[in-house]
């Protein structure tokens, strides 16, 4: 009797048995892993209101470095304090929209609170296009109408490889470090 050679029916299951049982271990180890790290939604208005906010840039290079530590959140996490002097916690990156070839700048998720931490705004999903400013606090673009004092950030790009996140009109940004984006036990 001859015995067939290739990939059979019972082969098949074995190696697609074997690919989601490896799927889930590798779930499980980061589960565990990312178990102590904030999800977006608790980090709280105190941690915006206490940050030292001295960035007035933010590179790709600098927010993609960072973007391991944000673990459970898409993004990388950023603060923000605007012009108009409220706080902002956003879940940014570069990225592309799949119908455009244009790098553009991403924000996520993002929260926008008054002086007192009341929250002023949610935000999901905004592509900001190159060369155009955002009012966080309005959430508009200039292009879509936002008071040219109202600006708090730029995305400009400096060379093919070289994109920057710019304050303006006196906002400024911070960067949390990943080991404040973990549960204090």
Known sequence: MERRRGLTYGRLLVVMGAAIALALVIA???SLLLADQLSFDEIAFSMLQGAPYDKTELTRAELDHHNGD????QGTV??????EGN??????EF??????????????????YDRRGKELRTLY???????A??????????TEGASERG??????????????????????????????????N
Request: aromatic residues 14%; without cysteine.
């Open 151 to 184: 600006l708090d950030l730029a995305f400009e790009e400096r060379g093919p490889a070289e994109q920057t996140l710019r304050a303006r009109n006196g906002a400024a940004f911070y960067l949390p470090k990943a080991e404040e984006l973990r549960r204090q």
């Open 28 to 30: 499980f180890v980061q």
């Open 70 to 73: 944000t673990g459970k959140i």
């Open 78 to 83: 950023i603060y923000v304090k605007t012009s």
């Open 87 to 92: 706080y902002a916690k956003l879940a940014v």
């Open 125 to 131: 999903n905004v592509y900001v296009p190159l060369s």
């Open 133 to 142: 400013s955002y009012d966080v606090d309005a959430g508009l673009m200039d």
């Open 95 to 112: 990225g592309y929209r799949f119908w455009s070839p244009q790098l553009q700048f991403v924000v996520y998720q993002g929260r926008v």
